[in-house]
């Protein structure tokens, strides 16, 4: 938990938070409301010093000025929460592994294409990548093919991402032992995903505000925890593009406090065990 004194939350203006916030809505969607500035100087105290910059205001006016490319991935950095950890939730890989897969298998189609949309430092697309990999061991190779687009909007994010090496802190966050013995290598006091896994992904930068029409269709798309941050008319935009982007009746798998229904009627819900996913119509 992040704790700010009242004497640091007051140094920004409301103008300059304000100045921010249209900023970051711009540039990436993220949405912060009222009030939020101990968190935006909490966050940007660092990027700020580096810089040598006194204020928030001297940093909006940098990046609206001259379009500092590394000064806005950092920024965006800064901002953008990045908690992840291995089967996070659990639900959305149990339903996949034990009912999806077998499902659009079933229809004839042999390998599925899915897609983690907001895949952060990697856990959620590789995490994905062992259910495949499990599933194909238990069904003679069945979804072998099977591939795997992981996005995100921080370049920071997939650089470590794409790396797959993980301190020992980060993979004791929801991996089993097995697990890390079956699909992980020690390297360099560290652990590195091995290549069966790397091989099914791969990661691109993607900013969901813009168009992604490029990257195809898909049978399933991870969009988890990500739209809570966006206003209501730009959910609603990804989610109805989400929509084109997929097979008919592909699935769309969000954060276990989200839902499609107040943006689109495009899907219909599926409830399981522990949680509900939605199904194209």
Not at 146 to 172: C, N, Q, R, W, Y
């Amino acid at each position: 938990m992040i704790t700010v004194s009242a004497t640091e939350s007051k140094t920004i203006s409301t103008h300059e938070y304000n100045e921010f916030c249209s900023f970051l809505e711009t540039s990436c969607g993220i949405v912060l409301g009222d009030n939020k500035q101990y968190l935006v100087n909490s966050r940007l105290k660092r990027l700020l010093k580096d810089h040598s910059l006194d204020k928030l205001g001297d940093l909006v006016n940098i990046l609206r000025a001259n379009g500092n490319a590394s000064l806005r991935e950092h920024t965006i950095d800064a901002m953008t929460t990045n908690e992840t950890s291995w089967f996070r939730d659990n639900y959305p890989y149990d339903v996949l592994k034990n009912d999806l897969i077998k499902e659009i298998i079933s229809s004839g189609k042999k390998d599925l294409r899915i897609w983690s949309s907001a895949c952060s430092s990697g856990q959620e697309p590789y995490s994905i990548a062992m259910i495949l990999h499990e599933y194909g061991m238990l069904n003679s190779g069945s979804v072998s093919n099977s591939s795997i687009l992981a996005t995100d909007i921080s370049p920071t994010m997939l650089d470590e991402a794409k790396s797959g090496v993980f301190d020992s802190m980060s993979i004791a966050r929801g991996l089993s032992d097995e697990r890390k013995k079956l699909f992980f290598e020690s390297y360099d006091g560290r652990w590195k995903v091995r290549n069966i896994l790397k091989e099914k992904i791969t990661f691109k930068e993607a900013n969901l505000m813009k168009s992604f029409s490029l990257n195809g269709k898909f049978d399933i798309i991870f969009c988890r925890n990500v739209l809570i941050y966006f206003a209501i008319s730009l959910k609603q935009d990804i989610i109805n593009r989400m929509a084109d982007s997929l097979n008919p009746g592909g699935y769309i798998i969000l954060g276990g406090t989200e839902s499609v229904s107040n943006y689109t009627d495009r899907f219909e819900p599926v409830r399981y065990q522990n949680g509900i996913i939605y199904r194209l119509k």
